[in-house]
């Protein structure tokens, strides 16, 4: 079945660091990959998205490109912010799997501290 | 404002006892979606619906029960038979099952 792989964390950067969290994933045909943001006690929000190969989503400086030789969706953003610290979900909707469902599969969450 | 609330923010249960997780949307979403979350785990899907007067078991449905009678309202019902229910809950809502998913704030379950 889908499968995604985030780095483990927590990961500590200072203010003004460059971020990458890595993301593989495993499905089969074209999947849509996601990364969501949760912030201390609050649900996810949805940060950007990319839908097909090559497709690079973008948001509020971050950035992450869909790449498909490498089944990758690694989340960079260039400079951190202590607003920034949260937890961070890559995730996939994949294919069609019957009963109408498109299934959402998280990965475990890459806990971000930014200090000052 | 449009948006998914969840209410409440913090539920006790005591042993035995059935307890009702409300998820309320005014996105005009035909599909909502319940999610559990535990600690230092990716979500897992409990429940999904369509659309109105339907529904399907995700990955976790034991112990759990769910209605959808109107499109705004998908409530989640924390059985006596869900023996491990400390968790965090997140209900999230789509435009159709093919679409982008969003969340509401969660609602935190906790065993007395």
């Known amino acids: 079945g889908d499968s995604v792989t985030q780095m483990e964390g927590p990961v500590t950067l200072s203010e003004e660091a460059f971020l990458t969290i890595n993301c593989t994933y495993t499905?089969?045909?074209?999947?849509?990959l996601f990364w969501y943001v949760q912030y201390p006690g609050e649900g996810l929000q949805l940060l950007l998205k990319?839908?097909?190969?090559?497709d690079k989503g973008s948001n509020k400086g971050f950035e992450a490109t869909y790449r498909k030789e490498t089944t990758s969706f690694h989340l960079e953003k260039g400079s951190v912010q202590v607003s920034d610290s949260a937890v961070y979900f890559c995730a996939l909707r994949g294919a069609y799997s019957g009963a109408g469902s498109y299934q959402l599969t998280f990965g475990k969450g890459t806990k971000l501290s930014v200090i000052p | 404002d449009g948006g998914i609330t969840q209410s409440p923010k913090y539920l006790f249960r005591k042993e035995g006892q059935n307890v009702t997780l409300s998820c309320e949307q005014n996105l005009n979403h035909d599909a909502m979606y319940w999610y559990r979350q535990d600690p230092g785990q990716g979500l897992r899907l409990i429940y999904y619906?369509?659309?109105?007067?339907?529904?399907q078991k995700g990955d976790i449905a034991e112990g759990y029960s769910v209605s959808r009678e109107k499109k705004e309202s998908f409530p989640l019902t924390v059985t006596s038979a869900q023996k491990n229910p400390t968790a965090f809950y997140l209900c999230?809502?789509?435009?159709?099952?093919?679409?982008?998913?969003?969340f509401g704030p969660g609602t935190r379950l906790l065993v007395l």
């Open positions: 619906s369509q659309i109105v007067n339907d529904f």
């Open positions: 499905a089969t045909g074209y999947p849509s």
């Open positions: 990319a839908t097909k190969a090559d």
């Open positions: 999230a809502s789509s435009i159709r099952v093919q679409e982008t998913q969003y």
